[in-house]
């Protein structure tokens, strides 16, 4: 639970950045909605099992941090900011890119379709954040396209349907808790982990068949999202935030000259264009770009962006 002036409780403090680039930090916390206690022992459990653990794997800092601070510091906002400027506005900010993934995707023209932010969609649905939260469709019925997600349903073309269920989720007062992990096993073999992580919740009934375990907790997919993380999630036990540029991958970028500003610009800042291997320019999210990426593969693809996408 968080300390009584409603400031995150800090129970094992931040050790401070690994110089180590074979290591990787994984920032892992669980959801509001997710049975706090009992998810986060079953978590634990899980990593505490694996016969690399204190080997190749560390628990490093674990924190929980109350709804009423999340509130009022507008965390959620601000981590999911470009998500939820989307999920607000909808059509008028797709990119070029964008409208051409969605006429590719959907056979449809991108000018006369009712693509719709989350926002809008409640209203024009009557239905509660929840209700569109929970809202299955066909794999085929999604597009994800520059890191945002559009959902058809009937005539509607929904952009970010999350987003307003996880603002809602974060303004109910409920603690999130907060793990960082050290590992030199690798995103894709973490994510194994988390594969058990899944089944271990599905078995124990927290987790029902059919329900995205993403709606339990999250973890970080790549080192840029690392940052993301740690940026919003990282705190000293006196309830400071931890700067960005002393979380683990910064501190590797900054130390192949990368200025603090240029790390800061790109986390406010993830649509970015870059050539592919084939030449072809690309946009996406710098989360999804460099998902599962070890530190020198995600500064060689930072390097090799060719614009961040400003959106007005």
Known sequence: MGNDQGLPSVLIPYPGPSIDPSTEDIFVYLRPESNGYLVESLLLKVIQKNPEYKQRIFFVYLANIPGEFILKNHIVERHYLIRMRFAVLGKTLFTEFMKRDFEDYFKQPFEQAEIVGAFEALRRLSWT????????VPAEDVLITSGQSVKRYGGLFIVNYDIPALVQKNAQGTDIAVMLFRTTIGYERFASIFKEMEKTLRDAKVLSQGVPVDRVFHYSKGPFEQILDGRDYLYSPS????????LSFATFLIDKGVPKEAIRGVIEHPLVRYYDESGTLRENSIYLYTRGDSYPQAYEKFLAINAQVLLR
């Open 129 to 136: 954040p929840d209700r569109l939260f929970e809202l299955w």
């Open 239 to 246: 309830g400071t935030h931890i700067p960005c540029e002393e």
